[in-house]
Each structure stands twice: as C-alpha cells, then as structure tokens.
C-alpha cells in the first residue's frame, strides 16, 4: 500500500501541473533572476541551482506529511481512534476529489485553503528574501525549503492524504511522492516553459487530469464509507 501511496501521489503532483505553472511561477521567475548570470553559468551549473531549490521544496513537503501523519497516528494510539482514521480517509477522499474538480476548472472551492496559508506565508515570505541572492546550491536548497510553504490548495489537500495514513514514514513518502511529481513541470519552466503552458492549458488535458484525480477520490471515499458503515 505504501508503495501504492507514493505512485499515486507522483500521478497527483504529476496531473497538478497546469495549477503548479500558475501558483509558482512567479516564484521560480524570482529564483532565476536571484542566479548568478547566465554567462557565468554552464547549463550542468544552472540545472544543480534548479534541482538543489527543488529538492529544498520536496524536503519540506515530505517534513510536512511526516509532521500530520505522526500527529494522527499518535491520537489514534493514544485513544485507539479507529473511526477518527476511517473519517480522516474519507477526508481525504473528498479533498482528492475537490482538487479534481479545481484542476478541470469545474469549481475553485480550494482556493479558501490557499487564503487560509496566507498569513504564515507573510512571515515566512522576508526569510526566503533575505537568503537572496542565491550564490550557492546549498542557499537555493534552503530557499527552496522556505518555498515549499507557499499556499497552495493541492499541496494541502494531499496533506490530508498524509493525515489519514496515520503512518510517519507512508506521510512523508506521500508528501515526497507529490513533489517528485511537481518536478517535471517546475524544472522545464523556463525554455519550455511556453509550449508546456500549452499542453497543461488545453481544456482536453485539465478534464482528463482532473477526472482521473476525480475516481481515484471516489474509491478513497468509498474504501472509507465501508469501513464506517
């Protein structure tokens, strides 16, 4: 199952691309002016600063799914919570679901989550400015960390996937599996970052993205439905 877990979290990061072009993007704009020029950099150069900040990210989303699995796990040990697992699954199934609907444009109900970020993101916001400009790997690597809790609905709603694990180690790998997931788009803005806006904008792409997030929800909530009944 945990195997299972980290894939299906790849396809979820993976099919959240179109949301990922948008929200951080104008991140990653930042980050590519904060390098040193580009006639100082080989291209094996710049791509180690791309991957080190988007290591940074994924590290900090894996802490996060490793921090609510334990917290859930812990209350389930503590007060043997079984239905309290059963409705955390059937929470994620439904988040699972939202975030389907929110990629296919069909509903923006996720957007609350990312208002709700809001606040912690100000005050994590001047940090991430001050590691600014990033001469090493090693300082894109933590200002990638500090990205990572940028908000964002689909990061939050498989953070809820990690709660209703109540397992340390299955939370963090469906944290990392997400990240992983993200990586593809988030690397290739720049140069191809037009053609795969694109892809990820056409209607066709983002209703077969979002159906497939859509069932894979549906059987989450399902699973969990008949354990509770």
Not at 145 to 157: A, F, K
Request: aromatic fraction near 10%; glycine fraction near 10%; hydrophobic fraction near 55%.
């Amino acid at each position: 199952m945990t195997d299972y877990n980290f894939y299906a979290a790849m396809l979820v990061g993976l099919l959240g691309g179109a949301h990922c072009l948008g929200m951080c993007g104008g991140v990653v704009g930042a980050f590519s002016q904060a390098l040193p020029s580009q006639g100082v950099l080989s291209l094996q150069q710049r791509l180690a600063f791309v991957l080190a900040y988007n290591l940074g990210r994924i590290s900090s989303y894996t802490l996060m799914g490793v921090a609510v699995a334990a917290a859930s796990s812990a209350l389930v040990l503590m007060f043997a919570l079984d239905p309290l697992l059963s409705a955390l699954q059937l929470l994620a199934g439904i988040m699972l679901i939202l975030m389907g609907l929110y990629v296919a444009r069909l509903a923006h109900w996720l957007l609350w989550l990312e208002r709700a970020g809001k606040p912690l993101w100000n005050k994590i916001a001047p940090v991430a400015q001050r590691l600014m400009p990033l001469h090493t790997p090693g300082k894109a690597f933590l200002a990638g960390t500090l990205w990572g809790w940028l908000p964002c609905g689909l990061v939050y709603s498989t953070l809820t996937w990690a709660l209703a694990a109540a397992d340390p180690v299955q939370g963090g790998l469906i944290m990392a599996g997400f990240g992983l997931g993200t990586l593809p788009t988030l690397v290739a803005m720049g140069a191809a970052a037009t053609q795969l806006k694109r892809l990820l904008d056409n209607k066709k792409v983002k209703i077969f993205s979002g159906f497939v997030l859509i069932a894979y929800g549906a059987q989450m909530s399902y699973i969990a439905l008949n354990q509770v009944l």
